[in-house]
């Protein structure tokens, strides 16, 4: 690291990009050295609301010629692994917005490249770092419902944006749309149950308005089975409105119900709630500080901070990136197939590894 600020760097500077940057540029401590923006014109705005930062629009350029700390990538699915590889190369820690990669292989080269360099690979699931299901998290560590046994994550949302060029409607460079939004909803999952063991199978349906585009599924349900009989239900909808996210959690002794809405998903002005049930009586409980997608990349962004400064643990390492887009997979298997997927023998199948 340099001696004095962190010095990050900024591939990707779309729709969600100009928020990370906004994040890093509000963050104490760090300094946004560089951005390589996709196209002359994202670059001239980047060069705009940036005057500080060194633009390029060849990321590879700005890797050999800034000084950085750690690379924040931004960019659609397909190149996540292309442009992760190239960070890691350079020495630079890596913060890669979800999916990790769009396969099992993908995430692998990922995880081998930050092992054998000695650096920090953070996966952008940023979900764990939210004042509200954060909250959930914490509570069910306390014991707040006892030993959980179910868990609902759902979302009702609107339709998803194209992206740059289309890519988010184009299957080859998306993977598939359970990679999209679901893939924090599997990572909630398991984070919630994780004291069953790790999931050991999932069923999944889907289906699409778009006659043109059936693989695009715009409805998808996953359950999801944990040891002791724990089970989680992943859902989303994307034929409705605004942005309404719900997560209930019930165990052997209590229950939790949270819940999320707002005009979008990167409103600043959402509404939000958690009730709970102890065992004894139903109960608002206080969430500290306002909670949404902004907010939470804010989060992240100082938690790599700290992690850079002081060697704390991340909040979602390469593991954790990995096994979301394992589950991902897997769902969508169960959902071409028809069939329950078992997650040991997908892993070993798909992945050439057991589970850990």
Known sequence: MSDG????????????????????RQTAGVELAAIAARSEASAAAAKDAYPDAVVFTDYR???????????????????????????????????????????????????RLAQEKNLHLAIGHE???????GKVKSLIDDGYVGTPQYALVELSRNPYRQGSDGWRYDIERVGNWILEEPIHFFDLARWYLGG????QSVVALANSRQVD??????????????????????????SAFEHHQTVKVTGTKGALWASWSGSLDR??????????FNGEAVEDIPVEKITGELFELEDQIAMLVDVLK???????????GRWSVMLCLAAQ???DSGRIVQIDEFAKRVGNRPIN
């Open 5 to 24: 600020g962190l010095r990050f760097g900024l591939i990707g500077f779309g729709a969600w990009g100009k928020h990370h940057a906004n994040a890093i």
């Open 61 to 111: 350029q700005m890797l050999e010629t800034v000084d950085l700390d750690l690379v924040d990538v931004v960019v659609p699915s397909h190149l996540h692994h292309e442009i992760g590889m190239a960070v890691l190369a350079a020495g630079c820690h890596l913060l890669l917005e979800k999916p990790m990669g769009t396969s099992l292989a993908q995430c692998d080269d990922l995880l």
């Open 127 to 133: 979900f764990r770092l939210s004042s509200l299901w």
């Open 196 to 199: 069953n063991g790790e999931p």
């Open 213 to 238: 585009h059936p693989e695009l599924q715009d409805n998808f349900s996953a359950l999801v089975n944990f040891g002791g009989g724990a089970y989680a239900v992943v859902s989303q909808t994307l």
């Open 267 to 276: 409103t600043r002005h959402p509404t939000f709630s958690l009730r709970g």
């Open 310 to 320: 002081n060697d704390r643990p991340l909040a979602c390492n390469a593991e954790d």
């Open 333 to 335: 298997e169960s959902v």
